[in-house]
């Protein structure tokens, strides 16, 4: 049974900084593209910053400056660090896997989810 667990949500006033943690578990052989998304109230979720196995980065241009995504790879886990902060980046943040491969198969794989509010 694969779990992707985010961790690291919180309030935070404008302009601070926050660093969301997403560790993968199970019988886990690899994990391919990994990636955070966003949902905000009333609004579709969107791609924030994505990473690949190998270390390559997309970013949402709203938050290109201000947001770094990483991962470990020996820990199974991506990062996402934000920085200078704006209300307008309150939402729920999920974790992605696009593909993580298993003894038993392979599929995509989402997180619970954890809240980031950014106060003015």
């Known amino acids: 049974q694969v779990q992707l667990v985010e961790s690291g949500g919180g309030l935070v006033q404008a302009g601070g900084s926050l660093r969301l943690s997403c560790a993968a578990s199970?019988?886990?052989?690899?994990?391919?593209?990994m990636g955070w998304y966003r949902q905000a109230p009333g609004k579709q979720r969107e791609l924030v910053a994505a990473?690949?196995?190998?270390?390559?980065?997309i970013y949402a241009d709203s938050v290109k400056g201000r947001f770094t995504i990483s991962r470990d790879n020996a820990k199974r886990t991506v990062y996402l660090q934000m920085n200078s902060l704006k209300p307008e980046d309150t939402a729920v943040f999920y974790c992605?896997?696009?593909?993580?491969?298993?003894?038993?198969?392979?599929?995509?794989?989402w997180g619970q989810g954890t809240q980031v509010t950014v106060s003015s």
């Open positions: 990473i690949s196995s190998g270390g390559s980065t």
């Open positions: 199970g019988s886990i052989l690899t994990i391919n593209d």
């Open positions: 992605k896997a696009d593909r993580i491969v298993t003894r038993g198969g392979a599929g995509g794989y």
